[in-house]
């Protein structure tokens, strides 16, 4: 029997095992309907499972690091003892789970100057406050890995499967190339995070794979890393049977993915994925996405203005928005078919500069908008402008607009696109006085969103010749 296979039926049993599971109660207690309350929060505990998750076969590529660097980043990284002897063309990882609580400890710890974990604070767009919500003593929320070639010319990595900074207790392995599936050759590493209470404990599963580049004496090694598991729970709406799924490994960040229950599944597709504070539209209803806990393995939903969610059963489908509900548009939230938050800012290159005009998507309203988050680190950011410059050239300010956010980390890059022509609509900073940017959580770029004109969005990450298209069809 192959892996592959036994893992369907390991997941048909667990279907099987979990069919009645609703909302965490007693088969009595489903039949009693939660009237006159105005929210239901309901909490859903998840469950582990091995094999591709929700956001489907996925490997992750980080830089490799030299051990003895200066680099401030590199600092605080952990020195690990018992190195293996005998390989060659060594390339040293470092694969962070949890990125703002590895460099606050890493800063309470000395490791980080106060300036350098401010700087990374502010390039992360992390909540100083959220700190309070952090381990101040330092946790397993990172963990090392050491590749090279034996003496027989094969590929080898060892890993710190305890992350207690020493190799001598694991063991050497050979590694696997990419594009075998994730489930197979994953071994189990350490992790902690922080609950309410305490300091909590959990193993997952990373699988290593290699690829060689370069050639000619000068081949280099490039790691990359999957996480072959994934959390679930089953819950009913509306009579209609629901399955929620995260991936095991969120890296920071708090998202869930919605479907109509289904035995197995490759990938749960973007459409379906919904981050905290975001809302599911199920039938008519709207349920909001309000907790996330206990590294992801505890999910809070809310029905807002529900009386009774023992509701009759209904043909429910998921739906992320309803071009015929109007009930989307009361409410606010950076998802396809609700009322964009308002964005407010100067725009920096307008050319009255002792007195920049002020730009609100609010003000906007009876155009299309799109709004474009960019930074100057981000090449594919840049290599959008074309595309950008040619339907803003082709339609009229009174029909279609486009607004640039921009994240700045080099204002000579900034600079030399002005001059180079290719910022010619109205662009705001981010983290600038006069900026309001609020519920747009945005933490990777190109970010991008069609606003129509009534304040609603319509479409997301629209790329290269997608938007030309799709205002082909909405502006005639």
């Known amino acids: 029997m192959s892996k592959l296979t036994h893992f369907v039926l390991v997941f048909s049993t667990l279907s099987l095992l979990l069919n009645s599971y609703s909302f965490g109660q007693s088969a009595e207690q489903r039949k009693i309907p939660l009237k006159k309350m105005e929210k239901a929060s309901i909490t859903l505990s998840l469950q582990k499972a091995t094999g591709i998750g929700p956001s489907g076969n996925v490997s992750i590529g980080i830089g490799d690091f030299d051990p003895n660097s200066d680099d401030e980043r590199i600092k605080g990284y952990p020195k690990i003892k018992n190195e293996p002897a005998g390989l060659r063309n060594v390339v040293h990882y470092f694969f962070i789970l949890d990125d703002f609580q590895y460099s606050y400890q890493s800063y309470l710890a000395g490791k980080y100057n106060k300036n350098y974990f401010l700087d990374r604070a502010r390039e992360q767009k992390w909540n100083l406050a959220d700190t309070l919500k952090l381990s101040k003593q330092p946790i397993k929320c990172g963990f090392s890995l050491m590749a090279g070639y034996t003496p027989d010319n094969e590929i080898s990595y060892i890993i710190d ?29 350490l ?11 959990e193993r997952i599963l990373v699988r290593p794979t290699v690829e060689i580049r370069g050639k000619d004496g000068a081949e280099k090694i490039e ?17 209609e049977p629901y399955y929620l799924c995260t991936d095991a490994i969120g890296l920071g960040r708090k998202y869930i993915f919605v479907i109509p229950d289904a035995p197995n599944f490759d990938s749960a597709g973007s459409e379906a994925k919904v981050s905290i ?11 909001l996405f309000s907790g996330y806990e206990n590294n992801g393995n505890q999910i809070t939903l809310t029905v807002n203005n529900r009386n009774d969610i023992s509701v009759t059963k209904q043909n429910a ?10 009930q ?38 009876g155009k299309y908008v799109f709004v474009d988050f960019w930074s100057t680190f981000c090449g594919p950011c840049i290599a959008e402008f074309p595309y950008l410059k040619e339907v803003y050239k082709k339609y009229d300010r009174s029909k279609f607009e486009i607004i640039g956010i921009l994240d700045e980390r080099d204002a000579s890059v900034t600079t030399r696109l002005a001059k180079e022509g290719n910022l010619i609509w109205p662009n705001i900073k981010t983290n600038t006085k006069g900026t309001e940017l609020k519920g747009y959580n945005v933490n ?9 004109p009534l304040g609603k969005i319509i479409a997301i990450d629209l790329r290269g010749e997608e938007l030309a298209n799709k205002l082909k069809t909405l502006i005639k």
């Open 277 to 287: 504070n975001q809302f599911i539209h199920i039938g008519d209803e709207d349920l």
């Open 161 to 189: 499967r305890d992350v207690d900074g020493d190799y001598g207790n694991d063991v050497l392995m050979p590694a696997l190339k990419r594009g075998n599936r994730n489930e197979d050759g994953a071994v189990e590493i």
């Open 223 to 239: 790691v990359y890393f999957a996480f072959p598991e994934f959390k679930y729970a089953r819950f009913n709406y509306q009579g």
């Open 444 to 452: 990777s770029y190109p970010t991008s969103y069609l606003i129509d």
């Open 328 to 365: 989307n548009y009361t409410k606010i939230s950076t998802q396809i078919g609700y009322m964009a938050p308002v964005i407010k800012g100067y725009n920096f290159l307008d050319s009255n500069t002792t007195n920049l005009s002020l730009i609100s998507t609010g003000e906007l309203r």
């Open 191 to 201: 992790t902690e995070y922080k609950t309410k209470l305490k300091i909590q404990q």
């Open 317 to 326: 489908l998921l739906k992320k928005s309803t071009a015929n509900s109007q």
